[in-house]
């Protein structure tokens, strides 16, 4: 650090270093990203986050039975990953039962999944826009694949040719 | 996850031979220096002094301000854990220098001392403290009744009174705070010290504004934001049970909306 000597020694005729900050014109503090000042918004007023929070816990625990049974029903049980074919999918979804199921396990993993990225966003964008643009394409991606695989669960028809 | 530490072993050091009688040993505090007059850069410097191990940090600080080099930076008031000026990330742990003896930091290898994280260094150790105030302001820290004031003291039990002891001992020295994650990367969030001076007034039975502060602290930046990473618990040096405090506040929200 130079503060034990340079200041002691002060100005050399002639060898005049070249000091590029003195306490006139002090260096840029690094300032922490959005800190909180007067004029910080006050909160809108709503109950979002609370309800965003309730639901990561509650669907969190669905989600443990869903994806668990999932992947013990697709992966383990009754010969494994290689029976799954057209003809395993179109017989579980002829059942109600499993087009409920994996309805449920789709919306609540996809809403479950984005509420968490856009937790992620909001921590780790600094700049407004990066963060506005950042959920937006979250979002547009959340929507089209929550309507694509509702779309699919119920006009799946297995007379396809 | 807790605040990283450098320091392994709490051994004490060994007396070296030929001193035995001697308390004194020779440590090295190795010091996040940062002077904007000077240079742009923050720099760590190191400064070997021989010292008790019985001492404080706060005492090595102080030798190394007064006998080695006046112009280190560093604030402190009472000097003995009640004011909370000297909070600093000690070995990479947030700590008040006053109330951590020499001896618990493993001292045979070079002990950092640095500003707190996540606040504007304005020199050395010193931090702008006015984001974690103002955070603390805007729960409103402070007794909020309706009608006539009593002609007497405002009564309360002993249990009313335990409710929210552990969140009275807080000292705004910003340990908590400047520890925390979510802190670190949006300094919008209200952090633990607020949430625990709110936790203070919410749970008085005296106060009638808990549901103004609840109201606040629903908010994008306020507790729905901790990650529960027990940070703030691990580095009060008022052993506060902050996490739990913020999910008390947590409970409370959702117990009075539902």
């Known amino acids: 650090m130079s503060t034990e000597s340079t200041s002691a020694i002060g100005e050399v005729e002639g060898v005049e270093p070249p000091r590029r900050y003195d306490a006139d014109h002090p260096a840029p503090v690094i300032e922490p990203p959005r800190k909180r000042t007067g004029k910080t918004p006050k909160g809108s007023g709503t109950n979002f986050e609370m309800y965003a929070w309730l639901f990561m816990r509650l669907s969190g625990i669905v989600l443990v039975v869903l994806v668990i049974g999932h992947l013990l029903i697709q992966l383990v049980l009754d010969g494994g990953v290689s029976k799954i074919g057209f003809a395993f999918v179109a017989g579980r979804w002829a059942s109600p039962f499993w087009q409920v199921w994996d309805l449920t396990m789709l919306w609540l993993a996809m809403l479950h999944g984005a509420n968490g990225l856009r937790t992620v966003i909001n921590d780790y964008a600094e700049r407004d826009n990066t963060r506005f643009w950042l959920k937006m394409l979250l979002y547009t991606a959340t929507v089209f694949t929550v309507l694509l695989g509702t779309l699919v669960i119920f006009t799946f028809d297995p007379n396809i040719r | 996850?807790?605040?990283?530490?450098?320091?392994?072993?709490?051994?004490?050091?060994?007396?070296?031979?030929?001193?035995?009688?001697?308390?004194y040993i020779t440590a090295t505090f190795r010091i996040r220096r940062f002077n904007p007059e000077v240079s742009e850069d923050a720099q760590w410097q190191d400064f070997q002094?021989?010292?008790d191990p019985k001492e404080r940090v706060l005492d090595a600080l102080h030798k190394i301000k007064w006998e080695v080099d006046g112009t280190l930076?560093?604030?402190?008031?009472?000097?003995?854990?009640?004011c909370g000026s000297d909070a600093m990330r000690i070995n990479g742990k947030n700590r008040l220098a006053c109330k951590t003896l020499i001896k618990d930091l493993s001292p045979e290898k070079?002990?950092?001392v640095e500003a707190i994280k996540g606040l504007t260094v304005l020199k050395d150790l010193v931090v702008d403290m006015d984001p974690f105030f103002q955070a603390y302001r805007d729960v409103m820290p402070f007794l909020i009744t309706k009608g006539n004031e009593p002609t007497r003291e405002r009564l309360q039990s002993a249990e009313d009174r335990e409710r929210f002891d552990d969140t009275t001992k807080c000292i705004l020295c910003a340990a908590c705070t400047s520890s925390c994650p979510v802190f670190w990367n949006d300094g919008q969030y209200f952090?633990?010290?607020a949430i625990v001076n709110a936790h203070r007034f919410i749970f008085d039975s005296r106060d009638e504004g808990g549901e103004q502060r609840l109201e606040i602290l629903n908010d994008r930046d306020g507790v729905w934001r901790c990650r529960t990473t027990f940070n703030c618990t691990d580095a009060c040096p008022r052993g506060i049970e902050v996490t739990k405090a913020i999910q008390e506040v947590k409970r409370a929200l959702i117990t009075r909306r539902f």
Do not use: N, V
């Not at chain 2, 320091?7 to 070296?16: C, I, L, N, R, T």
């Not at chain 2, 930076?73 to 009640?82: D, E, L, P, V, Y």
């Open chain 2, 110 to 112: 070079p002990i950092t």
């Open chain 2, 1 to 23: 996850m807790a605040t990283p530490t450098l320091e392994k072993s709490g051994k004490a050091p060994e007396p070296e031979a030929g001193f035995a009688d001697s308390p």
């Open chain 2, 49 to 51: 002094i021989s010292i």
């Open chain 2, 191 to 193: 952090g633990p010290a």
């Open chain 2, 73 to 82: 930076t560093f604030r402190r008031s009472c000097a003995h854990g009640i």
